[in-house]
């Protein structure tokens, strides 16, 4: 995947703004790639669920510290990824 992370989940793990800003881009751009920081305590798996949770999105993936989050835009017109 040659997406570049367009957040960082640091030391202070998930906070309401950083939940609000995914939950943003998301409607924005559909698909959105998240690095976690290695000063960063909990465990990738468990911050991608609880963000999926929280924004109403799948998640697609995680590898290692990348989360990729994926949520269809809510108006279909607006929609960039069609899936068959």
């Known amino acids: 995947m040659t ?4 957040f960082q989940i640091g030391k202070s793990s998930l906070t309401p703004e950083l939940t609000e800003a995914v ?3 998301l ?3 559909e698909l959105i790639k998240i690095s976690v920081l290695k000063n960063c305590m909990d465990d990738g798996h468990t911050l991608a669920d609880m963000l999926a949770e929280r ?10 510290k990348k ?9 279909k ?5 069609v899936l068959p």
Do not use: C, F, W
């Open 3 to 6: 997406m570049d992370p367009i």
């Open 23 to 25: 939950d943003e881009a």
């Open 27 to 29: 409607e924005k751009r």
């Open 55 to 64: 924004t109403h999105s799948q998640v697609v993936q995680v590898i290692g």
């Open 67 to 75: 989360i990729v989050l994926y949520r269809p835009a809510s108006n």
């Open 77 to 81: 017109e607006k929609r960039k990824i």
